[in-house]
């Protein structure tokens, strides 16, 4: 970020952290702009502001070499009730804990839903089981997939964090211990691969990965526009409320 004013500040991306083998196009990316920016307007709102988008800039792209400007930021005076506190930007995190067999909560559903009807976007869930298990189960293909292309397994072995000391070094990126892996394990697998591709090995790396499915009972996912990055920034503002 880098504060012009008051009331507007320009938001940079640092080419240094995009995924060109994972995510070329960096759609992921800009969604995480997204998420970033409506995080900055709930926090302005118990002062009577909200953040807005005065100008987007060029898209993301993994052809630039400096930190790059990607969007203009204007603070301004709103009236408008905030409903979600801003304490829940510190509170918030992404559950690796085993699910539990219960169905999402139907209060729960219906929340998101209006939340989403707000970005123009569906909200579709389903509990049935042949549903719940295609999805598990292309999940799991999708990693062995990753797993298969070197280029993939050198690109997230460059953001993983092994051990405690990794994340408290370098305060980004994924520590295995946030994803509910051991750090040897997964360590294993992204340097020494081919110990990892077949046999037992596979198997057991399979067994493990899928248990951590075990009680998965609801399935849920978003429908809506998503084709130009102003999609996909209203996209990420939608994740971050919901």
């Not at 405690?164 to 691969?193: P, Y």
Request: hydrophobic share 35%.
């Amino acid at each position: 970020m880098k504060i012009i004013s008051e009331n507007e500040a320009e938001l940079f991306y640092n080419p240094e952290r995009l995924l060109p083998v994972e995510d070329p196009d960096s759609i992921f990316t800009t969604i995480a702009l997204g998420v970033f920016i409506e995080h900055l307007s709930i926090a302005a709102a118990p002062f009577g502001y909200k953040v807005i988008i005065e100008h987007l800039h060029d898209s993301v792209t993994i052809k630039s070499s400096k930190p790059t400007l990607f969007a203009t930021l204007n603070l301004v005076s709103s009236s408008e009730i905030e409903e979600l506190n801003k304490k829940l930007i510190f509170e918030r995190r992404t559950s690796r804990l085993h699910y539990n067999g219960k169905r999402l909560n139907k209060n729960t559903i219906e929340r998101i839903k209006k939340e989403v009807e707000k970005f123009g976007h569906d909200f579709f869930h389903s509990s049935e089981k042949n549903v719940v298990d295609f999805v598990v189960n292309l999940n799991e293909e999708t990693l062995f997939e990753d797993l298969a292309s070197k280029p993939t397994r050198d690109e997230l072995d460059r953001l993983f964090r092994y051990s405690k000391k990794e994340a408290q070094v370098h305060k980004d990126g994924l520590w295995t211990k946030c994803m509910g892996f051991s750090g040897r394990l997964t360590k294993s697998i992204f340097k020494n691969h081919n110990r990892w591709a077949k046999g037992f090995r596979k198997k057991l790396l399979k067994n493990y990965y899928m248990s951590t499915f075990k009680g998965t009972s609801t399935i849920c996912w978003f429908g809506g526009a998503f084709n130009h990055k102003e999609d996909w920034i209203q996209c990420g503002r939608m994740f971050a409320r919901s």
